[in-house]
């Protein structure tokens, strides 16, 4: 599956973020690192919300 993400230089290295999911992001020293760090980061954060919501109910409501 692929995410955007998005890669901001700072003064110590780049901060790297997935807007579809909140909260998840990471860091690292060079490009290249942070976007191998921002994988590990989402697959960590798709576990932890299918462990969190496995014995979830589901419902759906209208936005208007």
Known sequence: MR?????????????????ALPGCWTLGATEEEALENIKGAIKAYLETVDEVTQNAELRYVEVR
């Open 3 to 19: 995410y955007k993400v998005k890669l901001n230089k700072t003064n110590v290295g780049y901060a790297i973020w997935c807007p």
